[in-house]
C-alpha cells in the first residue's frame, strides 16, 4: 500500500515522486511505500497551516476542546484497526498496542480538550504605581513536530494534541520507520471537523524532509522526541533563527533496588520496566542496581522470570516480546551484546537471536540480562534501547546514588524501598527528570514530563506543553 502526505486536509503524492519502503519488523517483508518528502512538500504543508491560523487561532476554546475530543472518541472508536496497524508497523505485541499505545494516542487528544478549557494566565497589579499588568498567552503560529518509532502515535500526539489546542497549526512528521498510524490519523481529524490545514502530515526520511522542517525560517518552534545525536543536530540547526525547541530524548535509567522494598511487586515491575516494548522505550530501567544483601537471590528469581516470557509474532495473544522495529536496530543491539562480552560481562540469559516459525525473516531477539562486572562499562553507559539490561550489585546509599548519576543522560530513575527518610533525600538527589518510588511508567498527564543533562531541554505535559506551544505577552496599563 501507498501511504501519502497529508496536506490541507487531504491526501498528497510527493510531489518529486519518491518513495521510501516501509517494513513489517514481524517478518522482514516490504509491505508499503511513503513518500521521502522534499522540501516543496513541507513548503506546501506549511503554506497550508499558515493559511489556516488566522481562523483557527481565533477559535474558541469550547470549539477546540470539542473537536479534540471527538478526535479522542473516533480513536477509541477505531482501537482494533489502529493497534493492528501500529502492530505491523513497530513489531510490537498487538495486545500491548490495544492497551497502551492506541489508548494513550486518544487520552492525549481528550486530556488537551480539556486542559485547554483550563488554562488561565496570571495577572500583577503594581500596588502604589496605578497600574495593572496582565499576561496574554498566545499561539506561536506553525509549529513543527517531529517524533520517533518506538511509541508511534502515543508520541505524535503528545506534541499534536497540544499544539492544535493551544491554537497553533502543525507541520508535523512521524518516524519513517512507523509512518502508518499517522497517516490513519488524518481521516479521523476529516471525520472529526478539524479545519483543512490545522493539521498537516508529511512523511520521509529524518536528513531531507525532517531537516526541511527544521530548517525552514517561519516554523518558529519545533517538538522533537527522539535520540541524542539528532537533538544535538536539531538544536545547532535551531539556534541562529531563534526557534523554541523542546527536546525530549535518550535515556540510560537507573532501576535501585533496597532489600527493605516489596519484593514481589519490585520483581513483577522489573521485568516490565525492563523489557516492555522489547525494552525500546525511553523510560526503561536499562541499569539495574541491587543491594548486595538480596542480590544473588534477585539474581536467580529475575532470571527466571526473563526466561518464562514468550518472545513471538506479535498478534499472538501470548507474546510478551514481539519484533524490534528494523533490521539495523536489531544489528545495533546484537552489537552492544558483543561488545558487552568483550568487556566481560556475563550472559545471565538471552543474547541470541530467536526464530519464530513461519516468520524467519522477523527481527526477534531474546530478552537478555548482563552482569557487568563495573558499572562505566559501554554497555552500562550507552543507550541500547532494546531488550538487554545490565544488573550489578551496590553495598551503600552514597555508592548507588553516585553511580547511577555517572551517566551523560538524565531522563528517569526508579527507586524500590519502604524507608521514608531514603526515598527523600535520594529522589532529591537522582538526576533525572522524573522518579517513580516503588513504580514505574505510572504517568499522570497534568505532571512535568522530560529529561535533564543529555536527555533534553523543556518539559512536555499538562499546562508545561501548553506554555511550550504559547508565547506569553505582557501588557501593562497605567490607570
Ligand atoms: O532516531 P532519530 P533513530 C534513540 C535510541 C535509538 C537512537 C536512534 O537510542 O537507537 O535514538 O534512533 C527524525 N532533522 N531513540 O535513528 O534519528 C527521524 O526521521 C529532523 C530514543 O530512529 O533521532 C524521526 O522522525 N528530523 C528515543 C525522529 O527524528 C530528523 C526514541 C527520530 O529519529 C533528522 C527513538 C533531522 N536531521 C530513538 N534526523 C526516545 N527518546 O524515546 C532524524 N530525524
Not at 522482514?28 to 516543496?40: A, F
Not at 500583577?124 to 508511534?152: F, K, M
Not at 517538538?223 to 539528532?230: D, E, I, Q, V
Request: with cysteine.
Amino acid at each position: 500500500m501507498k501511504i501519502t502526505n497529508y496536506i490541507n486536509g487531504n491526501f498528497h503524492n510527493p510531489i518529486e515522486d519518491n518513495w521510501i519502503d516501509n517494513y513489517n519488523p514481524s517478518d522482514g517483508t516490504v509491505y508499503g511505500q511513503i513518500p521521502n518528502s522534499s522540501k516543496e512538500d513541507v513548503e506546501n504543508a506549511y503554506i497550508a497551516a499558515k493559511s489556516t491560523f488566522p481562523s483557527w487561532s481565533q477559535t474558541t476554546f469550547e470549539e477546540r476542546s470539542r473537536i479534540l475530543i471527538k478526535i479522542s472518541e473516533l480513536l477509541e472508536a477505531n482501537l482494533e484497526r489502529f493497534a493492528e496497524a501500529e502492530s505491523k508497523d513497530n513489531g510490537k505485541p498487538v495486545s500491548l498496542a490495544k492497551s497502551v499505545d492506541i489508548p494513550r494516542a486518544a487520552s492525549n487528544f481528550r486530556f488537551f480538550g480539556n486542559a485547554i478549557t483550563q488554562f488561565t494566565s496570571e495577572s500583577h497589579e503594581s500596588v502604589g504605581q496605578d497600574a495593572i499588568n496582565y499576561t496574554l498567552r498566545q499561539p506561536i503560529g506553525v509549529v513543527g513536530c517531529i517524533s520517533p518509532w518506538n511509541l508511534p502515535l502515543y508520541l505524535f500526539t503528545w506534541k499534536i494534541a497540544p499544539a492544535i489546542a493551544a491554537g497553533n497549526c502543525v507541520v508535523a512528521k512521524p518516524s519513517e520507520v512507523t509512518p502508518m498510524t499517522a497517516y490513519l490519523l488524518g481521516e479521523i481529524c476529516n471525520e472529526a471537523g478539524l479545519p483543512k490545514g490545522v493539521l498537516n502530515i508529511v512523511h520521509g526520511l529524518g536528513s531531507t524532509t525532517g531537516q526541511a522542517i527544521i530548517e525552514h525560517p517561519d516554523i518558529k518552534a519545533i517538538s522533537f522526541t527522539g535520540g541524542t545525536a539528532t537533538g544535538a543536530h536539531i538544536a545547532k540547526v535551531a539556534a541562529p533563527m531563534f526557534k523554541k525547541l523542546s527536546l525530549e530524548l535518550g535515556g540510560k535509567n537507573p532501576n535501585i533496588i533496597f532489600a527493605d522494598c516489596d519484593y514481589e511487586d519490585m520483581l513483577q515491575t522489573t521485568v516490565r520496566s525492563s523489557f516492555a516494548n522489547q525494552g525500546q522505550i525511553c523510560l526503561c530501567g536499562s541499569r539495574i542496581f541491587v543491594e548486595a544483601s538480596i542480590y544473588d537471590k534477585f539474581k536467580t528469581d529475575f532470571v527466571a522470570k526473563v526466561k518464562g516470557l514468550k518472545v513471538g509474532h506479535p498478534s499472538d495473544t501470548d507474546t510478551n516480546i514481539g519484533a524490534l522495529v528494523s533490521q539495523q536496530h536489531l544489528n545495533k543491539v546484537k552489537d552492544y551484546i558483543q561488545i558487552a562480552k568483550d568487556e566481560n560481562a556475563t550472559v545471565l540469559c538471552g543474547g541470541n537471536e530467536v526464530i519464530v516459525k513461519g516468520f524467519e525473516h522477523g527481527y526477534y531477539l531474546e530478552p537478555t540480562v548482563l552482569e557487568v562486572p563495573t558499572d562505566d562499562c559501554r554497555v552500562n553507559q550507552e543507550e541500547i534501547f532494546g531488550p538487554v539490561v545490565t544488573v550489578m550489585p551496590f553495598n551503600t546509599e552514597n555508592d548507588v546514588l553516585q553511580m547511577a548519576n555517572k551517566v551523560k543522560y538524565g531522563l528517569s530513575a526508579t527507586l524500590w524501598t519502604n524507608d521514608l527518610k531514603r526515598t527523600m533525600h535520594m529522589s532529591n538527589k537522582l538526576q533525572a527528570g522524573i522518579v517513580w518510588v516503588n513504580t514505574w511508567m505510572l504517568r499522570d498527564l497534568r505532571t512535568p514530563f522530560g529529561g535533564v543533562k543529555d536527555s533534553g531541554v523543556g518539559r512536555e505535559g499538562g499546562f508545561e506543553a501548553l506554555r511550550f506551544f504559547t508565547e506569553a505577552k505582557n501588557v501593562c496599563i497605567k490607570y
